[in-house]
């Protein structure tokens, strides 16, 4: 036997004894390289929002799936975790400059960057983390850095074209499901799709495995913000962890609001209409007329449907993935656990 094919034969082996860590675990695993890896650069004006930003209490999801799918296809978390970084340091760049757009003053129970310091710096110090993002991708070899670049790239212009098509739709009437569904897709589900593939990616899992782990992400994305908009409405306050109706007192046109509209008779179309075009003198009035304008179009059983048919569609994808069912089951169970369902 030569030693190139001893070498691969170890390396094989290795990969097979892999033992898989739970969400938790890796959840864990991440945070501790998060906080043993500081951004000690200068000037501390620049860098200190971004260690704040990124220390903030949070679940860590997206990088968390990154490290899942590189172990699922027998690669290391460790390997995993440049990766893990680029997406999570993106994706709080991207709660940085919408914070600003926002004028949000606080984030997680916190001060957002913009308050704490100042404008400027909030702008340039979001602007520092997105080159930050790439330059995690130094350590990959060429040709697995190139594929991570090139998702990336993309994923983060689908980010801002979805930021866009959100701010658009504040001002318009005539916003259409699909519109709405394709928003969603860009401004939430892609990072979580392309923290999925880049995981398969590093662990150079096949070029099919890949595209369907990021279908298997991209629905269940969907499917998480469509039920973020349902709680938003309907959810408990106390588990829902934020001001229920929320989006209805901030005029935003949600699925529920769309599928309303759509199927309201003409005099509740135009009580929506005006009720979505105006800011409230009393917020909770206006958040019980709408939440019963809801039930009454059927709009909240309709949104519950199709958090069950983007649920549905992700977890039929796993039919074709090349993984056991043992790791399988472990997808399945994650997406259960994500969407708050017992089976």
């Known amino acids: 036997m030569s030693l190139y094919v001893f070498e691969r034969f170890i390396l094989i082996l290795a990969k097979n004894v892999l033992t898989m860590h739970t969400i938790a675990d890796l959840q864990g695993l991440f945070l501790k390289h998060l906080q043993e890896n500081p951004f000690n650069k200068q000037p501390d004006n620049l860098y200190q929002p971004i260690n704040y930003i990124m ?5 860590r999801l997206r990088p968390t799936l990154t490290l ?3 172990e699922l296809f027998d ?3 460790e390997r995993a975790l440049p990766a893990a970084m680029a997406v999570e340091i993106f994706h709080n760049f991207s709660l940085v400059h919408d914070d600003i757009m926002d004028e949000a003053p606080l984030r997680r129970g916190h001060e957002t960057v913009h308050k704490k310091w100042n404008l400027n710096t909030g702008i340039l110090s979001g602007d520092a983390m997105l080159i930050l993002a790439y330059q ?4 990959y070899e060429p040709k697995v850095y190139k594929k991570l670049a090139k998702l990336f790239t993309r994923t983060a212009l689908e980010v801002c074209e979805g ?3 959100d701010v658009d739709f504040e001002t318009r009437n005539d916003v259409s499901i699909e519109e709405y569904l394709k928003m969603i897709a860009y401004k939430t589900a892609v990072l979580v ?3 999925m593939r880049m995981g398969a990616i590093v662990a150079k899992a096949d070029k099919e495995d890949g595209l369907l782990m990021y279908q298997f992400g991209l629905n269940l994305g969907i499917a998480f913000q469509l039920q973020d908009d349902y709680l ?3 959810g408990d306050p106390d588990l829902f962890g934020k001001q229920v109706g929320g989006d209805i007192i901030e ?6 609001y769309l599928k309303a509209l759509e199927n309201a008779t003409p005099e509740d179309q135009n009580t929506l209409l005006d009720l979505f075009n105006s800011k409230p003198e009393n917020p909770e009035e206006k958040v019980k007329t709408v939440r019963n304008l809801f039930i009454k179009t059927g709009s909240d059983k309709a949104t519950q449907i199709a958090i069950q048919e983007y649920t549905q569609k992700a977890l039929s994808v796993l039919d074709s993935i090349n993984l056991s069912n043992k790791r399988k089951e472990v997808l399945i169970a994650f997406a259960n656990q994500l969407m708050g369902r017992e089976s």
Not at 55 to 59: E, M
Not at 136 to 139: A, E, V
């Open 55 to 59: 220390n903030l209490k949070g679940k």
């Open 232 to 234: 938003d409405a309907f």
């Open 193 to 195: 799709a392309a923290a």
């Open 136 to 139: 995690y991708f130094d350590i």
């Open 75 to 77: 690669e290391s978390y």
């Open 251 to 256: 005029n935003k046109k949600t699925y529920l």
């Open 68 to 70: 899942l799918t590189a």
């Open 163 to 165: 930021q866009q098509m």
